[in-house]
């Protein structure tokens, strides 16, 4: 009998703590703030400023309300601040969001996101590319595999040795 009762001290203390450490990580995660990034959302305002800044741009291919892989992307690595937030301002930003429904974006701005997952060959969500600033691609990343931001970061690195950055 003691030791049954010294087995259920033993629980009891063990699901205390992990209730405790549960909520800490909780915290944590809500903790993470929302990192401010001036994204442009119009392809050709976008080039034409990587032309006059001579800045190459890093174009984000989305789809807001129905890839989960893209939130994830968008938690795990445009969200890691203040990382992505400095490596962001070497580069023009685009987001080419491509939601389902109608009330997320115009829907003229959505035909032109379209036009330009065609144009640039985009078929994979999410997909990053990397364009000089006369909009040549350099690179190109698709998909979302795991949260390991270190494979977007190698993405990153790779760009900045082919733009001198």
């Known amino acids: 009998m003691k030791m049954y009762s010294f087995l259920l001290i033993l629980l009891f203390t063990g699901l ?4 405790e450490s549960f909520e800490e990580n909780v915290q944590d995660v809500e903790s993470i703030e929302e990192v401010e990034i001036n994204w ?3 392809f050709k305002t976008a080039k034409a400023a990587a032309k006059k ?4 741009m890093l174009v984000y291919f989305t789809g807001s309300d129905w890839c989960k892989p893209c939130v994830k992307l968008k938690k795990d690595f445009f969200n890691t601040p203040p ?8 580069y023009i930003v685009v987001m080419l969001d491509i939601p389902y429904r109608d009330d997320i974006i115009s829907l003229e701005q959505k035909k032109i996101n379209k036009e330009m997952q065609k144009k640039l060959r985009v078929n994979k969500f999410p997909t990053l590319l990397a364009l ?4 040549r691609e350099r690179n190109r ?3 979302y595999s795991f949260p390991d931001p ?9 760009n900045e040795r082919l733009f001198g950055l």
């Open 83 to 90: 990382q992505f937030a400095e490596a962001s301002e070497d």
């Open 16 to 19: 205390v703590n992990a209730q």
């Open 150 to 158: 270190q494979y977007y970061w190698e993405f990153m690195n790779n």
């Open 40 to 42: 442009f959302t119009d």
């Open 141 to 143: 990343m698709e998909r």
């Open 53 to 56: 800044q001579k800045k190459p």
């Open 132 to 135: 000089d600033h006369n909009g």
